[in-house]
């Protein structure tokens, strides 16, 4: 395979270098038009190779050429890639940017901060080394097996080939790891275990209902059981080599100051620095925190008569929240109170004139399915890029396997109002409506290398601008939507804080709780969550300040010509790519 892969990156150097065209062309726009069709050649050799260099990749966005492909991820593997990225930026070094159109200008840029970022990923913030949950193949698995258009008998075939590659992986991943930390360890521990009951089960099944001759169904045993074996001794050696008890065998999890800064400003694509950003959380937590004062002010007296409020504005706003969930549905009705509501908003927005919705592109709200669940709450699967006409899935968790006490907090956390903001946030006009924009946009490149702010800010920014319009008038509404957003405010602060400035379990406990109105649990998951990943958190804050705060300066600009509807359109044209290159192509 790794010759295999180094053969195929040969024609992409060649052809991406060739065919430049020279400033004495008479024709201009015929000129450009050369330029483009170059760049245009320039992102399908980047994308072929692209999905050659990460199969699993390409199978998840539903590129199933190389489903049989399973990459060992060794020192030459990593060398191949670092070839990849010199490939790609040497030719992007011919390419004649000022000549690009503003669509593919965007892509250039994409293009570039993904070999910037996978340098990084390798030479600097090398989490190969520390993270061992890195190495997991159930999802390759998964995918490959969920492949509606394969028969079961040709998706056999190629997991067969697959897991023959799934010793030396292992292999690899033990080579690799040196200093792990507790948290990655466990996580993996727990993650291949599971990985490993998944595919016995896996290969269990699709043998028995396969029509395959009894020789080919040896030769899969074969290959499976020794691909089991292995996993099963990644575990066992994790176990021995970093028991638990020994500090010493342990790194921080903590990615501390420097590597945060970078990987922030890689991956968010941030016009601000992680520490500007910062001090803009800090701000908006204090002012929401005067304006949920004064609401509560208001509302005291509606729901709690004449009994005196408490000193503190801060545990008057926390009664109050207490008290409005009370206001939820019934267990039973979970479901089907997301999917009444769902006309309700698209009629608002309609009247409203707040965005063009297309009712061509299905949504369907469905029970999680079980593959997927394991974390409560809802999430949207748009289509991807090779699917664009599949259909939306809104995944709602069944309250089912809940006790009473589970689902009371469940529901009242999802009371009438948050449930609303939540519909907007995942559905309308939120992830699913960005979804079918985003694969309407011109060309690939932004779907596959979309941006993380955009997305989750799209989601935060129209909650806040639905509230805005009017939607569900009511200071109940304005109080839980500021308790959504000091959320999000506080996403930031603590990923932050417990990165940058070492921040406790305690510490992140005493924010949650006591400042942003969460429940102890939801608290405890927040701090595991932000043990685990480093600046994923700080996408929904930064992605909602910098959209909005675009809109405001395109309006300043505009004045009485600004036309809402047309500022969410045509943002939403340009696909997930960063904010800051969207506000480029819009200034
Ligand atoms: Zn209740
Ligand atoms: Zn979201």
């Known amino acids: ?19 430049r065209i020279t400033e004495s062309a008479t024709n201009k726009s015929l000129a450009d038009s050369v330029v483009i069709a170059d760049f245009e050649l320039l992102k399908k050799n980047f994308i072929d190779e692209l999905w050659r260099t990460y199969p699993a990749w390409a199978t998840g966005s539903g590129f199933h050429n190389y489903d049989s492909l399973l990459i060992v991820p060794d020192k030459e593997e990593r060398t191949a890639e670092l070839v990849f990225a010199d490939g790609v930026d040497s030719a992007l070094t011919k390419v004649e940017f000022d000549k690009l159109d503003a669509n593919n200008k965007t892509d250039y840029r994409l293009i570039a901060n993904f070999t910037k970022g996978l340098r990084f990923g390798i030479n600097e913030f090398k989490s190969y080394e520390w993270d061992p949950s890195e ?3 159930s999802d390759a698995v998964f995918q490959v097996m969920d492949y509606r258009q394969n028969s079961l008998e040709d998706k056999i075939h190629l997991l067969g080939l697959k897991l023959g590659n799934v010793p030396a992986y292992y292999a690899a991943a033990r080579q690799n790891i040196k200093l792990p930390t507790k948290e990655h360890t466990q996580l993996a521990v727990m993650q291949n275990q599971a990985a490993l009951s998944f595919l016995k089960s896996v290969c269990k099944d699709s043998l028995a209902q396969a029509k395959i001759s009894k020789e080919e169904k040896a030769a899969f045993n074969a290959v499976a059981n020794k691909a089991i074996k292995s996993i099963a ?23 501390g100051k420097e590597l945060y800064a970078k990987k922030f400003s890689l991956n968010v694509e941030s016009k601000y620095t992680a520490e500007q950003m910062y001090q803009k959380a800090v ?8 304006e949920m004062e004064k609401l509560a002010d208001g509302l005291w007296p509606v729901y709690f008569g004449n009994t005196p409020a408490p000193d503190s504005g801060l545990l008057k706003v926390k009664r109050l929240i ?30 409203h004139n707040l965005i063009d919705l297309d009712s061509t592109k299905p949504l369907k709200v469905r029970k999680t399915p079980e593959y997927a669940d394991g974390v409560a709450g809802a999430s949207i699967n748009s289509p991807g890029p090779y699917d664009k006409d599949a259909i939306t899935y809104y995944n709602v968790t069944p309250l089912n396997g ?21 519909n907007i946030h995942e559905a309308i006009p939120g992830h699913y409506t960005q979804g079918i924009y985003a694969n309407r946009s011109p060309g690939i490149i932004k779907a596959i290398l979309g941006n993380g702010a955009t997305i989750e800010g799209w989601a935060c920014y129209v909650e806040r601008m639905m509230i805005e319009a009017g939607y569900n008038r009511s200071p109940e509404m304005l109080l839980f939507y ?15 804080n417990i990165h940058c400035t070492n921040w406790s379990r305690q510490q992140v406990n005493d924010l949650l709780v006591g400042e942003a109105f969460q429940q102890t649990e939801e608290a405890a998951g927040k701090w595991r969550r932000a043990t685990l990943s ?39 044209s340009y696909g997930s790519a960063p904010v800051k290159e969207i506000a480029k192509l819009m200034q």
Request: charged share 30%; hydrophobic share 35%.
């Open 135 to 137: 190495y997991n193949i």
């Open 233 to 255: 001794d990644y575990v066992a050696w994790l176990r021995s080599s970093f028991p638990e008890s020994d500090p010493a065998k342990f790194r921080s999890f903590r990615i």
């Open 1 to 19: 395979m790794k010759n295999l892969y180094f053969l195929c990156l040969i024609p992409f150097l060649l052809v991406s270098c060739k065919g």
């Open 283 to 290: 701000e908006r937590k204090q002012y929401l925190h005067t």
């Open 534 to 572: 480093q600046v994923q958190l700080t996408t929904y804050f930064t992605g909602l300040t910098e959209i909005y705060e675009l809109r405001e300066e395109l309006r300043a600009k505009k004045g009485a010509e600004f036309d809402l509807k047309k500022f969410h359109e045509q943002f939403l």
């Open 322 to 351: 207490d008290k409005i969930s009370e206001q939820h549905c019934k267990r039973t009705e979970f479901l089907a109170s997301i999917e009444k509501q769902l006309p309700e908003l698209t009629a608002f927005i309609n009247q």
């Open 482 to 496: 500021y308790k959504w957003n000091l959320r999000e405010v506080c996403n930031f602060i603590l990923d932050y």
């Open 402 to 422: 809940y006790s009473e006490k589970e689902a009371e907090s469940y529901l009242r956390e999802y009371n009438n109002y948050v449930l609303q903001i939540l």
